[in-house]
């Protein structure tokens, strides 16, 4: 069994020396996909505008070995660039603990596939027409980590009308004078969070944008 396919028999020859060679590596391949985990002790995060897949921590992988010990791989914090129609992928190796290295390809159709590949695990793919970025491997939600909002103040100062003002239209003047632009501010300073936060829901494709 190559890399990606079959290779068939020259002759049909049952004996043990040529069937066990084709057999272990299909066990092999076939014990690889099954219930593959991989997770983060941090945070992944991807950013559209430069293709840049990075990960805070290490990123772990659990998967199965041909003899069915169970068996981790890991990665050491770290980015890749995904450009249009790339991937990000792993080799898996059988030693347990073993440090791996995030790698990227380009998928073209219509040639030999370079994702299936006997240890070959996908992590995740950018779409070419929306720079998206897909988790395939990766079981942790992918998001680009905003920066934090400045919290709204919650204590505003509004200045008070003057106690004993001499007629109505010296109320009037001292509330378009004093009062309504406090409170006018106060509204324009929560406004300014609020379009912050909606900004970040529409990055992410929470809310409708507008």
């Not at 440090?99 to 370079?114: D, E, G, H, Q, W």
Request: glycine share 4%.
């Amino acid at each position: 069994m190559g890399n990606n396919f079959f290779v068939p028999f020259a002759t049909a020859r049952f004996r043990a020396s040529e069937m066990n060679t084709p057999l272990i590596a299909l066990d092999k391949a076939i014990s690889y996909q099954q219930n593959v985990m991989v997770h983060c002790d941090g945070d992944l995060s991807y950013d559209k505008a430069t293709g840049i897949l990075s990960w805070s921590a290490t990123l772990r992988i659990l998967f199965n070995r041909a003899d069915g010990q169970a068996i981790q791989n890991t990665v050491a914090a770290g980015s890749v660039t995904l450009t249009d129609n790339k991937f990000a992928y792993v080799t898996l190796n059988e030693t347990n603990d073993t440090v791996l290295t995030v790698s990227s390809a380009t998928v073209s159709t219509a040639a030999a596939s370079n994702f299936l590949a006997l240890g070959r695990l996908v992590l995740a793919y950018r779409n070419t027409t929306s720079d998206e970025c897909y988790a395939v491997g990766i079981t942790h939600p992918i998001r680009k980590i905003e920066a934090h909002i400045a919290d709204a103040v919650t204590v505003h100062t509004i200045t008070d009308p003057t106690d004993a003002p001499v007629d109505a239209d010296a109320l009037r003047e001292d509330l378009v004078t004093n009062v309504v632009p406090s409170v006018e501010s106060a509204l324009n300073a929560l406004g300014v969070k609020v379009n912050a936060i909606i900004a970040v829901l529409e990055a992410r494709k929470q809310t409708a944008s507008s």
